[in-house]
């Protein structure tokens, strides 16, 4: 079998965490040519990968690969990822997809005009626990599901003049740049949204333009809820990442960090699964796999361009509705309903 040849465009932070699993791919996939505007950090990428060639201009690699991993900062995503798919590639990009909805639209139509695999790197939906967690609610080992409850609590502080500590460039603040992953995984597990809230500050997190400390609450149809807390200021934290799916017959609950999925019931406390001997990357190695698939088999992305627009599309309209002091209406944003017409990031 012949081995796709990929590219990965930006050698910063989060390409570390992608790099770890390659060589678990070594024979599905080789690293091809790797770029960032600063060469050392190119030429480190491709030391550490093998990847023959380093380039600070990406376009100089497109001759030289089948696919590429954009982990760019939020802004540049739609430019290098239309440049990325016009040249023929496949595309796994780097959440959120853009900073505007119709960045992500024209994103979306392009690779389907062009047949690209067009993926959203959104990984906690291939985590061990989070796949686990989801099968349980869908067949109901523990009743039916009213409450999905997501904490993620962490420091995160950039260096003064860095990317992200401007709101334009980050497309928001942090529930955009990471709570869209939980946003995500609450349509995901809960179906249709039909309103919700956010509040949000910098109060903690002062090197933030726009929120560092998120709170969201959703209603969803036939009635459970889902509710987000996330904060870069969490100088100590209890919950950590943490998961909690209140069902009628028992909770369960994902301890990310800890790496164990427990069941909380009137006979106590079970584990139902322990991933705490597997490899911290081993979500985002699963991702790859999953767009590997995707590409030989020419099937759509678990986590496609469409579903990861309605995800940020609920994000928008929650930041119009806490700007304008109301309750947002989010009917029309389920991952299973119609998408492709402009105008869905706006309240109705």
């Avoid at 080789?30 to 030391?47: C, F, K, N, P, S």
């Avoid at 900073?99 to 994103?107: F, G, K, R, T």
């Avoid at 695999?117 to 599901?145: E, I, N, Q, S, W």
């Avoid at 759509?300 to 940020?312: A, F, H, I, R, Y």
Wanted: net charge negative; glycine share 10%; proline share 4%.
């Amino acid at each position: 079998m012949n081995k796709l040849r990929l590219g990965v465009i930006g050698c910063g932070g989060m390409s570390h965490t992608h790099e770890r699993g390659y060589n678990r791919l070594a024979d599905r996939i080789e690293i091809a040519a790797v770029a960032d505007i600063i060469l050392e950090r190119a030429q480190r990428a491709a030391e550490a990968t093998g990847a023959p060639l380093a380039v600070t201009d990406y376009r100089e690699m497109l001759d030289s690969v089948d696919a590429v991993l954009i982990v760019l900062p939020h802004h540049l995503h739609h430019a290098v990822g239309m440049a990325c798919l016009q040249a023929g590639k496949h595309v796994l990009m780097e959440k959120p997809m853009a900073n505007s909805e119709a960045e992500c639209l024209e994103l979306i139509h392009t690779a389907q005009a062009l047949d690209r695999v067009f993926m959203v790197a959104y990984c906690m939906r291939f985590h061990p626990l989070t796949v686990r967690l989801k099968d349980l609610v869908d067949k109901k080992v523990y009743g039916d599901l009213f409450q999905l409850s997501i904490w993620t609590e962490q420091y995160t502080r950039y260096h003064p003049g860095h990317w992200a500590l401007d709101a334009a460039k980050l497309g928001g603040g942090q529930l955009f740049s990471h709570g869209c992953h939980y946003i995500d995984l609450l349509l995901w597990f809960l179906g249709r949204p039909l309103r919700g809230t956010h509040l949000g500050t910098h109060y903690g997190t002062p090197w933030m333009e726009k929120e560092g400390t998120s709170n969201v609450a959703i209603e969803f149809t036939d009635g459970p809820l889902g509710y987000h807390f996330g904060t870069w200021g969490a100088v100590g934290t209890r919950h950590g990442y943490n998961f909690q799916a209140l069902c009628t017959e028992g909770t369960l609950e994902a301890d990310i960090h800890g790496g164990k999925l427990y069941a909380h019931t009137k006979k106590g406390i079970e584990v139902l699964y322990d991933a705490s001997d597997q490899p911290p990357s081993k979500h985002t190695h699963l991702e790859m796999v999953h767009f590997l698939d995707c590409i030989a088999s020419k099937a759509e992305p678990l986590t496609n361009g469409p579903g990861s627009l309605q995800g940020l599309r609920v994000i928008w309209r929650l930041y119009e509705a806490e700007r304008r002091g109301v309750v947002a209406d989010l009917r029309g944003l389920g991952l299973d309903e119609p998408w492709d017409r402009p105008g869905l990031d706006k309240l109705p």
